[in-house]
């Protein structure tokens, strides 16, 4: 599989990095590039199974345009566990949640590198590349804590982390929103926080105008209908907390 390119108007260029597989049991994750004139930001760069690819890959499309920032949009391994490696070999600025500053230097971040490290606040933010304004909106207990999705005003592309994650298929853009459900029921019941959480989230990205909704993990929506069946979707998503009270049992065996 080779890179995918969501967008590319010249100056303004959404690459979602060839798979390069994490192998073994290490979950399937996505590392999406944005690059605007002169700048660049990666998107959960991923752990250190795939760090030197793509780092390497990134470095190739960014060519002469520097990278500016680094975005977790959680603190979870497959997303910030290369972070060290991102940071010393680049002099971009990482991003995430300020809940989660304190916590993911564990993962082995120099001290030298930890003033590169920037909190994200509660309400969220923009980051501005090269004279654009990237949106990073709150996606809290979707499914961590302290959690945030990216979206690209340009390209109109979501980009939903976790959200969205489907695992077993094998195409890379959904076709068939209802067949396609199977693959991230399960998921989403079990990570996802509660339909509290999704139903705040879809009233939010109601208001946006969204061509692609792009997951960390497995296949994207395109196109209008795509992405609107899948707010629709999590908007009566039942999840989490909504489901899970039964199991606090203490267990008999
Ligand atoms: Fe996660
Ligand atoms: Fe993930």
Redesign the pocket.
Known sequence: MSNTVFYNDGVHKNVLLEDFGSGGIAVQANQHLIIHGNEGIILDPGGHKVYSKALSESYSLLGNSKLRYIFF????P??VAAMNGWLMTTDAEAYISKLWVRFVPHFGLDHILSERLKPIPDEGMFLELDGIKLMILPAHFL??TG?FHLYDPVSKILYS??LG?SLGMDYLQVSNFDDHIQYMAGFHKR?MASNAALKAWANMVRNLDIDIIAP?HGAYFQGKDMVNQFIDWCHDFQCGIDLITDLYKIPST
Do not use: C, L, W
């Open positions: 949009s959680h603190q979870d497959d997303i499914h961590s959690n982390g976790d994650a990570y960390q």
